[in-house]
């Protein structure tokens, strides 16, 4: 994991990485056993024919593709239109943030070399674009026509 | 803020279309201090590329005026302005506009001998220029030759050869793939190190992202700043903060 991920692998603790292979144990998707090593003995996990199956059927899984949750959406519409905050300074404040959150993007790629990191990245960077543009079609659709 | 080096205060340019007035700026104020990068965004028809041409010295202010160096030079003659841009100012295009009959290093030449240079310090500069853009060993070919990137990059050292105080750019990214994106605005952004300011006009919020500010621009007026900082979590980039 660490190997392929690089730095986009937040910390692993260890103590969590037992109690998931022994919940996948008790599940039958790992197996174990003791090796001796160094007068200790060290236990080596392995996939089952279960758990490949599983595995398998995890991946084959399509993710979501629809994320209507959108926290400054709640903002703008409860907040912004409700009166209490003028929404073009939200829009304003949220457009700065996305800004700089691009630029974050390209100088961890360009910091990083990594080709996977940078794909995450690139992927990241076009969602930020559609939310920039998104942004865009708020204030033209709420706020201007407030003005009008 | 150090004295702009290019400023414009109640910039206004109507456009007569058909009989019909059509405000393209209404009241802009900007100021590009020297070595300072700016983008400017906003949907099209905001006024973006007006506002570029008009501080480029290639078209008349209806109202207001454009200071290069603390000089008003919005009323300038034709000659004068002409000759203001050649030593002054360096203009990317979205469709790079290299002269298609001449070659490569002929194109990059150019602005050195307008500007008074001498052949041997155009030669010197043009290699510089082209080995800084990466393009090497085209120097005879013509620009239809080369891919939309190789052209954007031709263009750029065209631009930047008589090394003007300010740069301007209009979409020069808008025909490129990311890749070829990324180095142009590499290549443009060069010259900072030397004091020499860059505007830039985009669509394109990636290569806006690399600015110091961006402007957003909505039916000719400016209505929104956005101060981008480097990012905190590249350590070495963390001098540059102020």
């Known amino acids: ?148 | 803020m150090t004295d702009p080096i290019l400023e414009a205060r109640g910039l206004a340019k109507t456009y007569s279309s058909g009989g019909v007035d059509v405000l393209a700026l209404r009241g802009v104020d900007v100021a590009l201090a020297p070595g300072e990068f700016v983008a400017v965004m906003g949907p099209s028809g905001c006024g973006k590329s007006t506002l570029l041409s008009l501080l480029g010295g290639m078209g008349r202010p209806t109202a207001g005026e454009v200071l290069l160096a603390g000089v008003r030079v919005d009323q300038l003659s034709e000659t004068r302005l002409a000759l203001l841009r050649r030593r002054s100012i360096g203009y990317v295009f979205q469709f790079f506009n290299l002269v298609p009959t001449l070659t490569v290093a002929e194109n990059v030449e150019l602005p050195v001998l307008l500007a008074g240079g001498s052949r041997g310090q155009a030669r010197a500069r043009r290699e510089e220029l082209l080995a800084l853009v990466g393009i090497e060993r085209r120097d005879a070919a013509s620009p239809a030759q080369l891919s939309g990137g190789e052209q954007q990059r031709v263009a750029i050292a065209r631009a930047l050869a008589h090394r003007p105080a300010v740069l301007l750019a209009d979409e020069p990214t808008g025909n490129l793939d990311s890749a070829s994106a990324r180095q142009v605005v590499d290549v443009l952004r060069h010259g900072r190190g030397e004091g020499q300011a860059l505007l830039l006009v985009t669509h394109d919020a990636r290569v806006a992202a690399a600015a110091d500010r961006v402007l957003t621009m909505r039916d000719g007026l400016m209505v929104d700043e956005t101060r981008v900082t480097p990012p905190r979590e590249v350590p070495s980039l963390l001098e540059l903060e102020v």
């Open chain 1, 1 to 148: 994991m660490t190997q392929r991920l690089g730095g986009l692998l937040p910390p692993l603790n260890a103590g969590q990485i037992y109690t998931t292979l022994q919940r996948l144990e008790r599940d039958g998707l790992v197996s174990s056993e003791a090796v001796p090593e160094d007068g200790r003995n060290k236990r080596m996990y392995a996939i089952t024919e279960a758990g490949r199956c599983e595995l398998e059927r995890w991946a084959s899984t399509p993710v979501p593709g629809t994320r209507l949750k959108d926290e400054f959406f709640m903002k703008l519409v409860l907040v912004g239109l409700g009166g209490l905050v003028d929404p073009k300074r939200l829009i304003d404040a949220q457009r700065r943030e996305y800004l700089q959150s691009l630029r974050d993007l390209t100088e961890v790629v360009r910091g990083e070399g990594s080709e996977i990191l940078g794909l995450l990245a690139d992927g990241a960077a076009f969602r930020l674009e559609a939310d920039l543009r998104w942004l865009d079609l708020c204030e033209r659709r709420l706020v201007q026509k407030e003005e009008r």
